[in-house]
């Protein structure tokens, strides 16, 4: 049994001990930067810089192997051309898994054991806004937390202004000004939403719907952590999309976005 679904288990501690695995395995005792890589966006990792070591994220305390196809199950020490070390998880436990969000967020508590004062979640979503095209990364100005739960537990109030850090939103812009920028709505998932669920959103104020980044987010921000979240748009939403969703055509719009996004993230993450 993953250790963490001992609820009379201490999360923070086994982040401690992960980060402690993950220091003795790469043999880079800190880190200054992490990057969750979701669908679409594994290339970056390749990019970035120098790969050190290479994990296997089932040998680190409080990780299991993913069962979503198109995940790495890796945990990845790279040094950027900057002299920084960046951690990068490929191995993101999603809340439709039903594995509890304490596995949902443990990437992220394992990166802020490690030092890491910036946080990097990327994703692959839906969009609602129809000038946005099949591919078309956007950065996260803000969430709506659909899933009615939090990482956070007992009486612990974190404040979530500026969550998604402008500081960062606007060093991403430097890379490229065009970069849009939307409020992301989470959901649990593993269903799509309805059309109806869509315009809910809409009118909400969000732009982006998906099925993860919102707890880790949250997570991150309690561990003291900057955020940068990043979007890859593979499909307009159910319903603004006029045919159904696959999961297939998802995957294949990663694809083809794939190096584009990786290599603009590569450019952003020198920069932070
Ligand atoms: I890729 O349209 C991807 N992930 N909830 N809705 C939700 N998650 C997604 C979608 C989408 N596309």
Redesign the pocket.
């Known amino acids: 049994m993953n250790p963490l679904e001992d609820s009379k288990a201490n999360p923070f501690e086994i982040a401690k001990a992960a980060a402690a695995v993950i220091a003795e395995k790469t043999g880079v005792a800190h880190h200054d930067i992490a990057l969750t890589l979701g669908?679409?966006w594994a290339k970056a990792a390749d990019l970035i810089g120098e790969t050190v070591a290479t994990i296997d994220a089932t040998e680190v305390p409080g990780f299991s192997a993913p069962t979503v196809v198109g995940h790495l199950p890796t945990i990845r020490s790279i040094r950027l051309s900057n002299g920084k070390h960046a951690l990068v998880l490929g191995a993101r436990t999603h809340y439709y898994e039903g594995h509890g969000v304490r596995r949902v967020v443990h990437g992220v508590r394992t990166a802020a054991a490690t030092g890491a004062k910036i946080m990097v979640l990327t994703?692959?979503?839906?969009g609602i806004k129809e000038t946005w095209a099949d591919g078309t990364p956007v950065l996260i100005s803000d969430h709506i937390n659909l899933t009615a739960d939090s990482p956070l537990e007992g009486a612990n109030f974190v404040d979530l202004t500026d969550l998604y850090s402008k500081r960062l939103r606007d060093i991403a812009r430097t890379v490229d000004p065009d970069l849009d920028e939307g409020i992301y709505a989470q959901?649990r998932?593993p269903h799509?939403?309805t059309p109806a669920e869509v315009q809910m959103v809409k009118h909400m104020g969000g732009h982006l719907?998906?099925?993860s980044t919102a707890l880790e987010a949250i997570a991150a921000r309690e561990a003291g952590m900057e955020i940068l979240g990043v979007s890859?748009m593979?499909?307009l939403?159910?319903g603004i999309q006029k045919h159904p969703?696959s999961h297939t055509e998802?995957l294949a719009a990663?694809k083809a976005a794939e190096s584009r996004i990786s290599a603009l993230l590569a450019e952003i993450i020198v920069k932070l």
Do not use: D, I, Q, W
Not at 123 to 126: E, I
């Open positions: 669908s679409g994703n692959g979503c839906g959901f998932g799509y939403e719907v998906g099925m890859l593979t499909n939403a159910a969703l998802v990663g």
